[in-house]
């Protein structure tokens, strides 16, 4: 049986590892509730993630860092809605691109940039997000459960990991209180009905598009400047498919997809804090204790998820009638 101390550090392990996975669900969830399916969300993670670490690096700040690996993830967005929305392309296509496009520019230019095999220097002090302990924090502590809750799983993390949370609420006000959201959401069911409406169809897909880039560039940046302190070889490690699989499971619902994701976060931190388990005598091998987010993503997408039906034009590009 684990104590309480191993919970709650199990917990905050979950939160941290999770917060990646939730901005790249979230932007996702943008794109694909407009009708563009972007399978490209690893490669806007990665190629962010090498460039918030490489300008860190380099200023010194974390926040420069942010910012080139926000305009990094951005450009590809862009790439992939001038690909699939402009030339109506096939977005599976265009996605699969950028995440190749993105794995092998990272290392290429890390290596001519640092001579490291593609890896960034080390981040240290300012040019890393340095973890936040919240008001009453130490206060609060004494307080039976809640206190600890409090100030060792919800306190004590980066900024962005803060932000990730509220993006989840500003994501469910966006795109189920304001007419954007509105709008948004029935373009990707029927774009023909928007379009006679007199609201444009590109620019409502261009707009779902870039704020996928947006949120894709925060979860980069906190992967190499929050999370870890610098950039490695597809660190992002097959983040952006299991958010796929955590959008899908949360039935393209922002609330929904916080629950997935943590789940996903919880069992990378199972696999983390236990690297050996015993069980029925048999001493279960490390690398299986590793891949269970992994395996979790297989078996939801194999037949736990239910009937989870995505937006009806979704992948279709749109054609104004004349």
């Not at 380099?58 to 860092?65: H, I, K, L, R």
């Not at 048999?282 to 992994?294: F, G, R, S």
Request: with cysteine; proline share 4%.
């Amino acid at each position: 049986m684990m104590d309480l101390n191993t919970v709650l550090q199990l917990l905050d392990s979950s939160l941290r590892l999770a917060t990646p996975l939730l901005f790249a669900c979230l932007a996702g969830l943008f794109s694909e509730r407009a009708g563009i399916f972007d399978i490209g969300l690893e490669g806007k993670m990665l190629a962010a993630a090498f460039f918030s670490a490489a300008a860190a690096a380099v200023s010194g700040s974390a926040w420069v860092g942010l910012a080139a690996g926000c305009a990094a993830s951005l450009s590809l967005a862009a790439l992939h809605g001038v690909a699939s929305i402009t030339f109506r392309g096939n977005q599976l296509i265009s996605g699969v691109a950028i995440n190749f496009l993105a794995a092998g520019l990272t290392v290429l230019i890390g290596q001519n940039w640092f001579k490291l095999g593609g890896r960034t220097p080390p981040l240290q002090g300012d040019a890393r997000f340095q973890n936040i302990d919240l008001p009453l924090a130490s206060t609060l502590e004494s307080v039976p459960l809640l206190g600890p809750l409090y100030s060792q799983v919800l306190s004590g993390h980066s900024i962005l990991v803060y932000v990730g949370l509220l993006s989840v609420v500003g994501s469910w006000y966006v795109l189920f209180r304001t007419r954007f959201g509105l709008r948004l959401r029935a373009v990707g069911e029927n774009p023909g009905a928007v379009d006679t409406a007199g609201v444009s169809v590109v620019g409502l897909r261009y707009a779902a598009v870039l704020i996928c880039g947006l949120l894709c560039g925060l979860a980069g940046a906190y992967l190499a400047t929050g999370l870890s302190a610098g950039f490695v070889k597809d660190m992002s490690a097959g983040r952006g498919f299991i958010a796929l699989a955590a959008l899908i499971f949360a039935k393209w619902r922002p609330w929904s997809a916080l629950g997935a994701c943590l789940l996903f976060g919880l069992l990378e931190a199972l696999g983390n804090r236990f690297q050996t388990v015993e069980l029925a005598g048999v001493t279960l091998p490390t690398q299986l204790m590793q891949a269970l987010p992994y395996i979790l993503t297989v078996v939801i997408l194999a037949g736990f998820v239910g009937k989870a039906i995505p937006p009806r034009a979704g992948g279709e590009p749109y054609v104004k009638e004349r």
